[in-house]
C-alpha cells in the first residue's frame, strides 16, 4: 500500500493535496469505469481516493484492482440518497471495513428504489414532452445500472428540449422541480446508521450545495452530528473561500472532521479528480485523520 503522507491538518497550503474522497464511475452515473477513473486519478498525481458511486459498492472490486496496479490508495465508499425536512440529502459513506451489517440490506433496498424513482420521473418527464423517457434514460445510461436524474437530464438534452445538462436540472430535476423525488429514499438518521455500523465514516456530501441558509446549514448539520454522522465535506469541487470559512467554523462548533471531494463524474467539465478550492487554515481536522480511517490511509 503508498505510503505518502497527507497532513494531519489544514494549514492553509494553496497547493492542491493528492486526496479525492467523492467520485463516481460507470457503477452509477460516472462516465468513467472504475479502472479508467483510477488511471486518471494516477495520471493527475493523486494517491488517496475514493469511489463512492450512488448506493452501491459494485464498482469497488474493480477500482481495488485498478488501484494495486496503479500504486493507489483506495477507500470503499457509496453515496446514499437520503431526505431531511423535504430536501434530497446525500451522505457519503466511507466504508474501510466495506459492506457490512444492515448496510448490506440498506443498499438492496435502495436499488429498489432507484427502480421506483425512475419509473415516477419518468411518468413526470413525459408529461413535460419527453415521449419514452423511460427508454430514452436507459439509452443514456449504456448499461442496465440503476437510473439516475443524470441519465433523464441527458435524455432531455439528446431530445431537444433543453441546451445542456445544468439547464436540465435548472428547469425540471433539481430540489423542489417535477424530475425531483426523493420520496422514496430513508431518512437521513436511518442511512447514516447504516454506515456507522459497518465501521465506516458517514459524510454529509456538498452541504453548501443545498441552497439553505446559514441557519438551516446549521440545522441539517445538527441532525447530523446527532444520527452519528461524523464528517462534512469541507470542500466540493469549487466554491467562494469566505463560505468555505464559515463552513469549517460550523463543522468545528459540532465536532465534525472535513473532508474533501470533487463529486467528478465526467472528463471534459469544469472539474477533474482532485481539482477543487483549496483548503483554509482551519482547527477541523481532516477526515483522514479519523481512526476509522487511519489505517485505511496509511502514514500521517
Known sequence: MPMSPLPARFEGDPEPLAIDLHMHSTASDGALSPEALLALCKARGLTHVAL???????????????????????????????????????????????????????????????????????????????????????????????????????????????????????????????????????????????????????????PLRHGLTRRKRGLLLDAFREAGGQAAELVSGFQNPDATRDLARQLQERELYASLGSDFHFPGGHLAPGSMSPVPRTATPPVWTHPRLVACVGAL
Not at 97 to 117: D, H, I, Y
Not at 133 to 160: I, K, M, Y
Not at 181 to 193: I, Y
Request: without cysteine; proline residues 5%; hydrophobic residues 45%.
Open 52 to 206: 463512492t458511486d450512488h448506493d452501491t459498492l459494485a464498482g469497488v472490486p474493480e477500482a481495488a484492482a485498478a488501484a494495486a496496479r496503479e500504486g493507489l490508495t483506495l477507500i470503499p465508499g457509496t453515496e446514499l440518497s437520503t431526505q431531511w425536512r423535504g430536501h434530497n440529502i446525500h451522505v457519503v459513506g466511507l466504508l474501510p471495513q466495506g459492506v457490512r451489517g444492515p448496510l448490506a440490506e440498506g443498499l438492496a433496498a435502495q436499488a429498489e428504489a432507484r427502480e421506483r424513482r425512475a419509473l415516477k420521473i419518468a411518468e413526470r418527464l413525459e408529461k413535460l414532452g419527453l415521449e419514452n423517457a423511460l427508454a430514452r434514460a436507459r439509452e443514456q445510461a449504456g448499461s442496465e445500472r440503476p437510473l439516475g436524474r443524470p441519465d433523464f437530464a441527458r435524455a432531455l438534452v439528446a431530445a431537444g428540449l433543453v441546451p445542456d445538462v445544468a439547464t436540465a436540472f435548472k428547469k425540471h430535476l433539481g430540489d423542489g422541480k417535477a424530475g425531483d423525488v426523493k420520496s422514496h429514499w430513508p431518512g437521513l438518521s436511518e442511512a447514516v446508521a447504516w454506515i456507522v455500523a459497518a465501521g465506516g465514516v458517514a459524510v454529509l456530501a456538498h
